[in-house]
């Protein structure tokens, strides 16, 4: 019998809004509500200690320490207690699952299949409330493999083989780590797991109608391949021969030369959208900037396209997306 989705209920939670100005930045950028696409969850660790309450402030505006610059859809603290601090079907799309430009583990295939706008725009963020040497909590493994089950199952991703979704050809359950250079999630790969488990005997049990208690059913991922299977299929011979030379602008006046990277950022945001477009413009001038100023990277191209980070939890988007960001903000 084939498996019955969107069957898996939302477990139950505390809403506590995040109050943002209704424009873009602050941490969000504005889309019409209910555009998201979720396609799956970026785990994240707070390294650091707060209630619901604490970390709604502490997004919010005005005042909040991240007020400016990032916002995340729920918090699950150490007792289990799931807080939704944005909803993921409103008008606000969270800089959550950026950060500088690094791919590890599950990244890059991920990155290949839904490109820039996919990392924050596709991945529900979910933040457990730790610190970097703790462990989470049995509730916290308990409530956010729920969470998880929910989202995986509201995109029709099957059981047997999650977190892998053979039609993406990817894992959509990520740590942060994997999608910037940080050390959120790293060495809680265990807990992540166990996290997944009980995600995927939850799913088992809406999506098969299993009756009776269902135990935590730990992932199998089959191994995946080091270099991502590219967007339109092309091999990376053909991508350099088509991407030439980027050239990179350091702080410190210096340049040098970056080829295409199967595995990188700025490489496969640009291969994403080429094939999506069909213009396959040259990469000209990536201008790696300070943390002093708002704007850390610009990469240009031959015709108009522009990759931007303003903010390290946006991580790199394209200018389109990114107008609005760039209206003054009351730092
Ligand atoms: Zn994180």
Same mark, same amino acid.
């Given at each position: 019998?084939?498996?019955?989705?969107?069957?898996?209920?939302?477990?139950?939670?505390?809403?506590?809004?995040?109050?943002?100005?209704?424009?873009?930045?602050?941490?969000?950028?504005?889309?019409?509500?209910?555009?998201?696409?979720?396609?799956?969850?970026?785990?994240?660790?707070?390294?650091?200690?707060?209630?619901?309450?604490?970390?709604?402030?502490?997004?919010?505006?005005?005042?909040?320490?991240?007020?400016?610059?990032?916002?995340?859809?729920?918090?699950?603290?150490?007792?289990?207690?799931?807080?939704?601090?944005?909803?993921?079907?409103?008008?606000?799309?969270?800089?959550?699952?950026?950060?500088?430009?690094?791919?590890?583990?599950?990244?890059?295939?991920?990155?290949?299949?839904?490109?820039?706008?996919?990392?924050?725009?596709?991945?529900?963020?979910?933040?457990?409330?730790?610190?970097?040497?703790?462990?989470?909590?049995? !509730?916290?493994?308990? #409530? *956010?493999?729920? =969470?998880?089950?929910?989202?995986?199952?509201? &995109?029709? +991703?099957?059981?047997? $083989?999650?977190?892998?979704?053979?039609?993406?050809?990817?894992?959509?359950?990520?740590?942060?780590?994997?999608?910037?250079?940080?050390?959120?999630?790293?060495?809680?790969?265990?807990?992540?797991?166990?996290?997944?488990?009980?995600?995927?005997?939850?799913?088992?049990?809406?999506?098969?109608?299993?009756?009776?208690?269902?135990?935590?059913?730990?992932?199998?991922?089959?191994?995946?391949?080091?270099?991502?299977?590219?967007?339109?299929?092309?091999?990376?011979?053909?991508?350099?021969?088509?991407?030439?030379?980027?050239?990179?602008?350091?702080?410190?006046?210096?340049?040098?030369?970056?080829?295409?990277?199967?595995?990188?950022?700025?490489?496969?945001?640009?291969?994403?959208?080429?094939?999506?477009?069909?213009?396959?413009?040259?990469?000209?001038?990536?201008? !790696?900037?300070?943390? #002093? *100023?708002?704007? =850390?990277?610009?990469?240009?191209?031959?015709? &108009?396209? +522009?990759?931007?980070? $303003?903010?390290?939890?946006?991580?790199?988007?394209?200018?389109?997306?990114?107008?609005?960001?760039?209206?003054?903000?009351?730092?």
């Amino acid at each position: 019998m084939p498996n019955s989705y969107r069957r898996v209920p939302h477990p139950p939670f505390i809403d506590l809004p995040v109050s943002k100005p209704a424009a873009s930045g602050y941490g969000y950028t504005r889309i019409p509500a209910g555009s998201r696409r979720i396609v799956g969850v970026m785990n994240h660790e707070t390294q650091g200690r707060g209630s619901g309450p604490w970390y709604r402030d502490f997004f919010s505006c005005p005042g909040g320490q991240r007020c400016a610059d990032a916002l995340v859809d729920y918090l699950i603290t150490r007792d289990g207690t799931i807080y939704r601090l944005n909803d993921p079907k409103n008008n606000r799309s969270p800089w959550a699952n950026g950060g500088p430009l690094g791919l590890e583990g599950d990244g890059p295939a991920f990155y290949a299949r839904f490109g820039a706008s996919g990392v924050n725009n596709s991945l529900i963020s979910i933040e457990f409330e730790k610190l970097d040497n703790e462990d989470f909590t049995t !509730a916290q493994i308990q #409530s *956010g493999g729920l =969470l998880n089950a929910y989202w995986h199952d509201q &995109d029709d +991703q099957d059981w047997e $083989t999650y977190p892998y979704v053979p039609r993406y050809g990817c894992v959509t359950s990520l740590a942060h780590f994997e999608i910037g250079t940080t050390n959120c999630g790293k060495g809680e790969l265990d807990d992540i797991s166990r996290v997944q488990a009980v995600a995927r005997g939850e799913m088992k049990r809406w999506q098969a109608m299993a009756t009776g208690p269902i135990a935590p059913l730990p992932p199998i991922v089959p191994s995946q391949p080091d270099i991502p299977a590219l967007p339109g299929g092309l091999s990376v011979e053909e991508a350099s021969r088509r991407f030439g030379t980027l050239i990179k602008h350091t702080p410190d006046g210096k340049t040098k030369p970056a080829p295409f990277d199967p595995r990188g950022v700025i490489s496969l945001s640009w291969l994403h959208r080429c094939v999506e477009t069909g213009e396959w413009p040259r990469p000209e001038d990536w201008w !790696a900037l300070t943390d #002093s *100023g708002r704007t =850390l990277d610009i990469v240009t191209f031959s015709n &108009d396209w +522009q990759l931007i980070r $303003t903010a390290d939890r946006q991580g790199v988007m394209w200018a389109r997306f990114a107008d609005a960001q760039l209206e003054p903000v009351a730092a």
